[in-house]
C-alpha cells in the first residue's frame, strides 16, 4: 500500500512508539488521526507530523471503552472521508509478581485491579479498535492494513502475567484476523519488539538496564526509529499478511 494520500490512525501517538510510528508515516505523505489521553505530549506529535505536510487532528479517547472507540472511527471517518490503516499501539504497564514471598512468607500478590486494567487497554483496545476499523474499511471499500503491537514478552516474561497475556492475545488476534479479512483486501501484522529505547526504559535503574542490555546479543537497545521502519515495510509490502515480525536483536525470552 502507497501511504500517500492515505489516512492513519494511530494508538498512543503521544510519544514513544506510536509517535516514532506516526512520523514516519507522515514523512510518506499519509494524513493521521492521532489517538491518546495525553493531549498535551499529543499536541508535540501532531506539530511535528504537520512540519512534514500532512493533514493532522487528535483525538483523545479511552480505547478501553466501548463507547468511545466506537464514536472515534466514526469521527475520523467523518473528518477524513476514508481509513486506511491502523497502528495498535496503545497499552500500559502494571508489572507484578503473581505471587510476592519474603522469607517464606505471602507479602503480596497481583491485584486484579492491576490484571484488568492491562488486560483493558492492551487487549481489549487492541480488539475494540480492530473490530471498529475493519468494519469502516469493509463498509468504504479501502484495501486496507492494521498494526498490532504485541512484544516478545508474549512467550512469557517474568513479573508480567497481565502484560505477556495480553500481548499473547494480540498476536493470537492478529493471525485470526489475517485470516477472515484478507478477503476484503485487510492485511493485518504485528511487531513483536524487544527492549526498545523509549523513556520508560530509559527510566530504569542503571545496574538493571545494564542487565537487561548485556543479555541483547547485539549489545544495544532498539531505537524507536527501527521500530518505525519496521511498521513503514508492513503497510508497504502488500504480500505480507498475519505475521508476527520481532524486532529484538535476537533476543528471545
Given at each position: 500500500m502507497e501511504l500517500k494520500s492515505k489516512t492513519v490512525l494511530v494508538t498512543g501517538?503521544?510519544?514513544?512508539?506510536?509517535?516514532?510510528?506516526?512520523?514516519?508515516?507522515?514523512?510518506?505523505?499519509?494524513?493521521?488521526?492521532?489517538?491518546?489521553?495525553?493531549?498535551?505530549?499529543l499536541a508535540d506529535t501532531q506539530r511535528t507530523c504537520e512540519e512534514l505536510g500532512v493533514t493532522v487532528r487528535n483525538y483523545g479517547t479511552n480505547v478501553a471503552n466501548e463507547a468511545e472507540v466506537i464514536a472515534l472511527f466514526d469521527q475520523v471517518v467523518q473528518d477524513f472521508g476514508r481509513l486506511d490503516g491502523l497502528v495498535n499501539n496503545a497499552g500500559i504497564l502494571r508489572d507484578g509478581l503473581l505471587v510476592k514471598t519474603e522469607d517464606g512468607q505471602i507479602t503480596d500478590k497481583m491485584s486484579l485491579e492491576d490484571?484488568?486494567?492491562?488486560?483493558?487497554?492492551?487487549?481489549?483496545?487492541?480488539?475494540?479498535?480492530?473490530?471498529?476499523?475493519?468494519?469502516?474499511?469493509?463498509?468504504?471499500g479501502a484495501a486496507g492494513c492494521m498494526i498490532n503491537l504485541s512484544s516478545i514478552s508474549r512467550a512469557g516474561n517474568f513479573g508480567q502475567s497481565n502484560y505477556s497475556a495480553a500481548k499473547a492475545g494480540v498476536a493470537a488476534l492478529t493471525v485470526v484476523w489475517s485470516k477472515e479479512l484478507a478477503r476484503h483486501g485487510i492485511r493485518v501484522n504485528a511487531i513483536a519488539p524487544g527492549f526498545v529505547n523509549t523513556e520508560m526504559v530509559a527510566s530504569m535503574r542503571p545496574e538493571i538496564l545494564e542487565k537487561a542490555v548485556a543479555n541483547i546479543p547485539l549489545g544495544r537497545l532498539c531505537e524507536l526509529e527501527e521500530i518505525a521502519h519496521t511498521a513503514l515495510y508492513l503497510f508497504e509490502n502488500d504480500y505480507v499478511d498475519g505475521r508476527i515480525i520481532e524486532i529484538d536483536g535476537a533476543l528471545r525470552l
Open positions: 501517538a503521544a510519544r514513544g512508539l506510536g509517535a516514532a510510528i506516526a512520523k514516519g508515516v507522515a514523512a510518506q505523505g499519509a494524513d493521521l488521526a492521532l489517538v491518546d489521553l495525553d493531549e498535551t505530549s490484571w484488568q486494567a492491562v488486560i483493558d487497554v492492551n487487549l481489549t483496545g487492541v480488539f475494540l479498535c480492530g473490530r471498529e476499523a475493519a468494519e469502516h474499511m469493509i463498509r468504504l
